[in-house]
C-alpha cells in the first residue's frame, strides 16, 4: 500500500452557506487544491422571537467541511471569498481551526501536524453544543443572552452510553441537534458556563460542549 505523506500543517475549513451553494464550494476548493469534503444540512438561528412564533425563522444552511494544507486550504478561503463574497450580508461565513492529525485522501498513516498544537493569540473560538433535538433553539436563547450573536443547527444522531432507549426490543439512538456557534475569544466562557448552567449540561444525558480555537474567520461581523 503506498503511504502519500507530508510534513504540512493540517486545518479543518468550516464553510456555513445558504442551501444549494455547497455544491460550488466544494468545486472552488477543489480547483484550488482541496481533495474534497462533506457537506451537512443545518439551519441558521434568527434572533427575533416573533420571527420564531411565525415560522419564519428557520434559513436552511448547507455547512460544509474539508480538511486541507494549510496552505491550500488558505488559498481554497481566498478564492471562495472572492467568489461568495462572506463580506456582503448573509453571503455566509468560513472559519478554519487546527487540525492534530488527517488520514484520507491518500493519507494511511497517523502523522501528527507539524504545528503541534492549537492556535495562538486567536480573536474567535468555534462552540459546539450537542443536545436532544428540540434543544437547540433554547441552547441559541441561553447563548444570545451571554453575548453570542448568532449560530447554526444541524441534526444529528447520538450514541452515547446514557443515551439508549428500547422500541420492540430494539435499540434506538435519540435525535440530536449540534449548535454551532463562532463567539468572540473574550465572550466564550460567559456563552460556555451560561448554556451549561441553563441545560445542566454535567448531568449525564444532558449533552456536550467542546470549544475550538479558530485560526481565520470570512464573513464575520
Known amino acids: 500500500m503506498q503511504v502519500s505523506s507530508t510534513n504540512g500543517e493540517f486545518e479543518l475549513i468550516c464553510v456555513i452557506v445558504n442551501f444549494g451553494v455547497g455544491s460550488k464550494v466544494l468545486q472552488i476548493a477543489r480547483e484550488s487544491g482541496v481533495p474534497g469534503g462533506t457537506v451537512f444540512l443545518g439551519k441558521g438561528t434568527a434572533e427575533n422571537r416573533f420571527l420564531r412564533l411565525l415560522e419564519l425563522s428557520d434559513v436552511r444552511k448547507e455547512i460544509v467541511l474539508m480538511v486541507a494544507e494549510k496552505a491550500k486550504g488558505r488559498a481554497a478561503l481566498q478564492e471562495l471569498d472572492k467568489a461568495l463574497r462572506f463580506d456582503k450580508p448573509n453571503h455566509g461565513i468560513a472559519f478554519t481551526t487546527p487540525v492534530s492529525a488527517y488520514l484520507g485522501s491518500g493519507r494511511y498513516e497517523y502523522e501528527e501536524s507539524a504545528a503541534g498544537g492549537g492556535a495562538r493569540n ?72 451560561a448554556i451549561r448552567d441553563e441545560l445542566e449540561i454535567d448531568k449525564p444525558g444532558n449533552g456536550i460542549i467542546f470549544v475550538q480555537d479558530v485560526n481565520e474567520t470570512y464573513g464575520l461581523r
Open 122 to 193: 486567536t480573536m474567535h473560538n468555534a462552540i459546539f453544543v450537542i443536545v436532544d433535538r428540540g434543544k437547540g433553539e433554547q441552547v441559541m436563547d441561553v447563548a444570545r443572552e451571554a453575548g453570542a450573536r448568532g449560530g447554526t443547527i444541524i441534526n444529528a444522531r447520538g450514541s452515547g452510553v446514557h443515551e439508549h432507549a428500547k422500541f420492540l426490543n430494539m435499540e434506538i439512538e435519540p435525535e440530536k441537534e449540534v449548535v454551532l456557534i463562532i463567539s468572540e475569544r473574550s465572550a466564550t466562557r460567559d456563552i460556555v458556563v
